[in-house]
């Protein structure tokens, strides 16, 4: 979807989106136009607007979600605004049967805050007493409800990023309705919670499955549930799926690649020649850049400046989210690296965005072509070879730090290293780069 921008109707700026296509049997209208109640004359460049259209943008969003689930979103819109009016009163919502089942305090507490107001309205009363159900949700509409309250986190992430994003998560989801179905949140217990975790259990004890992913999984759903119930205040029953990971998981760290190896089996005359040339190429600049493999193949052409003093790359957070924000740097060019990108100023635009396709098209090729020195070995393992190859130089850690794009955990003072002074320590491991690339 495009960036939403405000739009002026009658000296208002207002949200104005075409309904879309998957909704288009549940709103009949053809736009949705919501106000922002901001006028064009207070508000001349619509930055205030913006702002605002955001939260309009997520509500809207929220109520096409309700209209497919067979909900009605004005329950849930309910439900909000006693949330609002309680914490004007400085109490936190309760449903009526969740209260009653509390301290006669708290219902007497309730009640003079319900006196000062001189009886308030029917919307008060509610508010803090509970008078308001809250909307049921089942686990198969928990990614949806997780991906709107995240979507501040996700705004900067790139079409790819956003599907391999949205795959674990309905991974996680699809397992848990395969075990206890497709419950609703509010109804989940400790047994599925057990469930849960006993399903893999069987699995890690049958070799299908490794610790860490298992944990993974788990985390996924665990993470989904606690911020589905902290942004919607539903009540749900987190304990029923505390404490569920495994004991005794491995990094799985990924075995680099000797100098040997490297050198006189990949760099090999025609070693690679059965890639297609970006493939072939990105292999080439991973063994001397250790950039990780989707780094590489979304440069971009401005991204790539061979003109300059000290050719280099810029690893940029454009069109797509950086895995942390350190991982943005200047990366100088040399030995296979400056060679390939020579023969690539554009870069890749088979695998842009595309990552996951191109490691499996080259772990696939090394693992067909007995290029590897065990099974475990994969193309991030180039990237571990640079950092092996690095250190052995024994260069400060803020050289290493801001080659690899990792955290340092000290105080940066300065600018920090010149391309010239990391060009340098490069120029020290860099390979010869095959007669033919």
Known sequence: MKRLRPQDRGGIWYLVRRIPKEYQQLDKRRFAKVSTGIYVADDPRGARAARVLVDLNMRLEEDWADLAAGRDPRARRALERAQYVASAYGVAYQPAAELGAGPFSEIMRRLD???????????????????????????????EAYE?????????????????????????????????????????????????????????????????????????????????DMERAMGIPLEAFANLRFEGSRDGRRPPFSVDHIRDVLLAEGALSGLNE?????????????????????????????????????V?????????????????????????????????????DRNDVLCREINAYLADNGLRPTP????????????????????????????????????????????????????RIAFRAPASL
């Open 376 to 427: 475990g070995h994969s193309l991030y393992g180039l990237r571990h070879s640079f950092e092996d190859r690095l250190t052995a130089l024994d260069p400060p850690d803020k050289i290493i730090g801001r080659l690899m794009g990792h955290k340092q955990y000290r105080v940066r003072y300065g600018d920090g290293p010149s391309l010239e002074h990391l060009q340098g320590w490069l120029e």
């Open 278 to 314: 970006e493939a072939r190429r990105v292999v080439y600049v991973m063994v001397d850049t250790g950039m990780r493999p989707v780094e590489i193949v979304n440069l971009l052409p401005q991204h790539i400046r061979l003109d300059a003093e000290v050719p280099h790359v810029a």
């Open 113 to 143: 805050l319900l006196e000062e107001a001189k009886g308030g309205d029917a919307l008060t009363a509610d508010a803090l007493f509970g008078g308001v159900e809250r909307p049921e949700m089942r686990v198969s509409e928990l990614v």
């Open 148 to 228: 709107q309250a995240q979507s501040a986190a996700l705004s900067g992430h790139s079409p790819n990023q956003l599907k391999q994003w949205r795959s674990h998560k309905l991974r996680a989801a699809r397992t848990a309705i395969s075990i206890f179905g497709d419950k609703s949140l509010l109804a989940l217990t400790r047994d599925d919670g057990l469930a849960f975790r006993r399903h893999f259990q069987r699995r890690i004890t049958a070799g299908e499955m490794t610790i860490k992913t298992a944990n993974i999984e788990i985390s996924h759903l665990t993470k989904m549930l606690r911020t589905v």
């Open 316 to 352: 940029l957070g454009e069109e797509r989210r950086l895995k942390t924000f350190v991982s943005e740097r200047t990366m100088p060019l040399v030995g296979c690296a400056l060679a390939a990108l020579k023969l690539q100023p554009e870069g890749f635009p088979t695998y842009r």
